[in-house]
């Protein structure tokens, strides 16, 4: 599960009842064990808009962003939204990261 850290986002094991409100009033993980970027296999990825070749808007802070492009990072990356969210074109920047696929509804 993510947790926001001042600027950046880290994964953590999922404990149950290991959850406390945290940045942007997000349920996050507390006192669970890191994950390193190199063991995910799989990263589910919001996001406020994305395109059908994989490009996506998030909500302008980049941590998945900057994540995705950490060192070790090799996880399939799959953009999850409602098919009202898929646009034919997004204005893309050097740093935003493709996903590998898109699933809508």
């Given amino acids: 599960m993510p947790r926001v850290e001042g600027d950046v986002m880290n994964f953590y094991h999922?404990?149950?009842?290991?959850?406390s409100k945290g940045s942007f009033g997000i349920?996050?993980?507390?006192?669970?064990?890191a994950i390193e970027p190199s063991e995910i296999d799989l990263?589910?990825?919001?996001?406020?808009?994305?395109?059908a070749d994989?490009?996506?808007?998030?909500?302008?802070?980049?941590?998945?962003d900057?994540?995705?492009?950490?060192?070790?990072f090799r996880a399939?990356?799959?953009?999850v939204c409602y098919?009202?969210?898929?646009?034919?074109?997004?204005?893309?920047?050097?740093?935003?990261?493709r996903m590998d696929k898109v699933i809508y509804n």
Avoid: I, N, W
């Fill in 76 to 79: 399939m990356k799959v953009g």
């Fill in 43 to 51: 990263m589910v990825v919001p996001g406020v808009a994305f395109t």
């Fill in 66 to 72: 900057k994540y995705m492009s950490s060192d070790g």
């Fill in 14 to 19: 999922y404990e149950p009842g290991m959850l």
């Fill in 54 to 64: 994989g490009y996506r808007m998030g909500r302008g802070k980049g941590y998945y």
């Fill in 27 to 33: 349920m996050e993980p507390v006192l669970c064990e």
């Fill in 83 to 97: 098919s009202c969210q898929l646009v034919d074109e997004l204005p893309v920047e050097p740093h935003d990261v």
